[in-house]
């Protein structure tokens, strides 16, 4: 019985040294073979199930906030469970109201500048037909005035009061049409000031309008806003 002992315990402190020398042999292969890099990750595990998927960032779709107005009608929405990318139309709300403004508002626009153009065209003809007017009155001044240098003994006196009395009259015409150009001139200008407010006011609430109508389409917001 001892015997059979002793052999089994023999036997087993034989095996724990052939043990030890392969885990020797086996740490010298590793250290010459380097050392081996270890990376810590996530081990993807795939699953079936079903279910309902549910966003991690929503995003609440709704009207615009325009001034004055409270009604509001969805006219479009995109269909559930499409996939858009950023800047997608995604619903449409009913601007009609606000596209008949803002066809209003261009209308106008459009009569405002038609009129300025009409302005402008009238007032380069009627500056023109009175500096004709200028010309011909300078003219008649200076041969007036050649004239009253002549010989005063070749004229009667009859005829220098008649020549004084013409070039008096020819100075004051004279200068009546220059004022007359000028008075056209600024009045004309202010007309077309005042054009220019009305062009202005119409452009600014056409463009105001015109983003308006752009919020009645609203887009798909940016990833993780």
Do not use: C
């Not at 509001?72 to 997608?88: A, C, H, N, P, T």
């Amino acid at each position: 019985m001892k015997r059979r002992t002793l052999i089994a315990i023999a036997g087993v402190a034989g095996l724990a040294v052939l043990l030890g020398v392969s885990a020797l042999a086996l740490t010298a292969r590793s250290s010459d073979a380097g050392l081996v890099e270890v990376v810590r990750e996530d081990l993807p595990i795939v699953v079936e199930a079903q279910g309902r998927l549910e966003a991690a960032v929503a995003y609440e779709i709704g009207p615009p906030s325009v001034q004055n107005m409270w009604d509001y009608d969805l006219s479009w929405m995109i269909q559930e469970g499409r996939r858009v990318k950023e800047g997608d139309v995604v619903a449409r709300f009913d601007a009609t109201e606000i596209e008949d403004q803002l066809r209003d508002y261009r209308a106008q626009l459009e009569t405002v500048k038609q009129e300025r153009e009409k302005e402008q065209r009238n007032l380069a003809v009627t500056l023109e037909e009175l500096r004709l007017d200028v010309v011909k009155a300078e003219n008649d001044l200076e041969e007036l005035a050649l004239d009253l240098a002549l010989d005063e003994s070749l004229l009667s006196a009859i005829e220098i009061q008649e020549l004084r009395l013409e070039r008096q009259l020819a100075t004051e015409r004279l200068a009546h049409l220059r004022e007359k150009m000028a008075s056209q001139r600024e009045l004309v200008d202010s007309k077309l000031a005042l054009l220019d407010v009305k062009r202005g006011y119409f452009e600014t609430k056409a463009a105001q309008l015109q983003e308006v109508i752009d919020k009645f389409n609203v887009k798909s917001p940016p990833p993780g806003s």
